[in-house]
Structure formats: C-alpha cells, structure tokens
C-alpha cells in the first residue's frame, strides 16, 4: 500500500510539473509522458482538482495559482513584455474619455505609458501608486477610491470601494489577471477580486492585460468570463485551447505591436 501510494504520489507531482511548463497538454499526451493508461491519467486529475491543486478542463487540466508574489517583487518581472502591452493598450484608447484601472504591475506599468495622454482623461482606481503615478498630468482627472488599505498591493478594498464604484460608470475597466484560462479572468487576492469584478460590471467593456506566463493558470477567484464586451491585450498569442475558447465566447484577443 504504502509502495503505490508513493507511485500515485510520484505521478501527481509529474503531472502539476508538466502542466506548469505546459498549461494545454491533453490527457492522451499526459498518459504517454507518465507510461500509463489514460483512465488512470484521468483519475489522477479528478483527484488533483478535489484538492483544488489544479482545474480540470475539456480534455485536460490547469495548474492553479493560489497565491502570487507581491507586487514589488513581480515588477521585476517581463519588464519588457508589459511595458509593450501598455505602450500598446494607451494607443488603443486614444478615443476613450473615462477609465477604471485596477491594480497589479501590468496596470501600473500602463498607468506610466498613460501619463503622456494629451487630452482629457477620467480615471477611478483603487491603486494608490496608479493614482499618484497619473496624476502628474494635469488632463486627468483622478479619483482614488475609498477604502481599506493593502498595504503590500497598495490598494483599497472592501464595502466602501464596492459602494464607491457602483456609483460611477466608464467606458472601459483596464485590468491585469493572476491567471487565465478558457473559463476567464482569475485573481490571486479575494479582496483584490471583489473589487475588480465590481469594476468591470460598472464599465461598458473590458480590456484585460496580460503576459504569456498567466496563459493557462486558474486562481482562486474568476473575476470575469470571456465575451464580446471583453478584450485580452497579450504580448504573444495564446495557445489555440485558450485563444479558440476566447474567440468562441466572443471575446477579442489582440498582440501588441511594438511602438
């Protein structure tokens, strides 16, 4: 007994390892990875997904991510990458006259390509070094929203932000995301999640930031699915089980260029 819970174990290991560098594979080329039948593959994975370490899929499984590092630490991370994605995500609202922007590195590395804007801009953030960071710029105008403080994401959560945000409505929520799956846009903070969900209900559509290393992953909180009203601004191109699903639900997946 002790000797094939060990086997079992070893395999559960193999395959959160496998599905970490790569999120899409399915369960014939899991069980030809680990040398053995598909039935068992698919038992490991409905046990996998009881203990919440990864999410079953159609045909396959994601990694969940419960937790990510904090945001000082992943500003260190895809600098180039995101910053492409926000030179790219300003250009693309050019037009657009109210924002709620939510917190995050990707966020706020657009918040410092849209700093430059020379017309009129609106914006309602929870995130305390966004609001600074934009209100450089005379042309926009910035509300901070009210709050608890988050000390180490630097934004604001709880009853007053939700009862703040659904006073107002703009044209577009620009978020970032911990992860993304075929199922949608999740969030490693609960706090964080709650206060974003209420933002893209309160926005006429959604733009979603995002570098290639969030592709395939499932957090603890979907803050939004995919469809026509939401964009997913990436720096390279989804996997076609991921990017196929966007599409599907209607929803939009644009590269940035470099500008």
Do not use: C
């Not at 926000?86 to 250009?91: D, S």
């Not at 733009?207 to 909180?221: P, T």
């Not at 939004?224 to 997913?232: N, Y």
């Amino acid at each position: 007994m002790v000797r094939k819970s060990s086997k079992k174990s070893a395999r559960h290991s193999r395959i959160l390892d496998v599905l970490e560098i790569n999120p899409s594979i399915r369960v014939n080329a899991l069980a030809d990875e680990l040398d053995v039948s598909t039935e068992t593959v698919r038992r490991d994975l409905a046990e996998l997904d009881e203990t919440g370490r990864i999410k079953r899929t159609y045909g396959g499984a994601v990694r969940t991510t419960a937790f990510e590092p904090a945001l000082a630490e992943r500003l260190k991370l895809h600098v180039q990458e995101r910053e492409r994605v926000a030179r790219h995500a300003v250009a693309s609202l050019a037009d657009v006259q109210s924002l709620f922007i939510g917190g995050g590195a990707t966020t706020l590395h657009f918040a410092r390509a849209l700093r430059s804007i020379d017309h009129p801009l609106t914006v309602l953030t929870p995130a305390l070094n966004i609001a600074i960071e934009l209100a450089s710029n005379p042309l926009i105008e910035v509300m901070s929203l009210p709050g608890v403080v988050e000390p180490k994401e630097r934004l604001v959560h709880g009853a007053e932000t939700l009862k703040a945000i659904s006073q107002f409505r703009t044209q577009v929520a620009v978020v970032g995301a911990s992860a993304l799956d075929p199922a949608g846009v999740s969030e490693a903070l609960l706090s964080a999640a709650q206060v974003y969900a209420a933002m893209i209900a309160s926005a006429d559509r959604t733009l979603v930031l995002a570098d290639q290393s969030k592709f395939g992953k499932r957090s603890l909180q979907l803050i939004t699915g995919w469809s026509p009203d939401t964009t997913l601004l990436a720096d390279t191109e989804p996997l076609s089980p991921l990017k196929d699903h966007i599409e599907s639900q209607g929803g939009k997946v644009v590269i940035a260029e470099d500008l």
